[in-house]
């Protein structure tokens, strides 16, 4: 079974930059495309990023696009969400997940960690 635990959330002011870590265990990681959703509070989980499973597509949701960027480090076992140019509207949560698909259609094999809190204020 694959899990997951998230880090590298924080207090930050608007234009500043933050990386977040997704390390992964389980069998056969390498196979499954791994994504980022974020919740803010009384909302659902909301698509972020997504990576296909060869690393070679990625896909972002519109109001990030161009400000972050996902990938992964098959060494470590860890995905990526690099985060730039931050809005205060990006506060929330932090969650990545292993799945299938890519973007929207993305639909995650994983349960959700404890995610990774990320507060965007001056």
């Known amino acids: 079974q694959v899990q997951v635990v998230e880090s590298g959330g924080g207090l930050v002011q608007p234009g500043d930059s933050l990386r977040l870590s997704c390390l992964a265990s389980?069998?056969?990681?390498?196979?499954?495309?791994w994504a980022w959703f974020r919740k803010a509070p009384g909302k659902e989980h909301d698509f972020v990023a997504s990576?296909?499973?060869?690393?070679?597509?990625?896909s972002y949701d519109e109001s990030v696009k161009g400000r972050f960027t996902i990938n992964r480090d098959n060494a470590k076992n860890t995905v990526y969400l690099y985060m730039n140019n931050l809005k205060p509207e990006d506060t929330a949560a932090y969650y990545c997940a292993a799945g299938a698909g890519t973007g929207r259609d993305f639909r995650p094999i994983t349960s959700w960690g404890q995610g990774t809190q990320v507060t965007v204020s001056s």
């Open positions: 990576l296909s499973w060869n690393g070679g597509r990625t």
């Open positions: 389980g069998p056969s990681l390498h196979t499954y495309a």
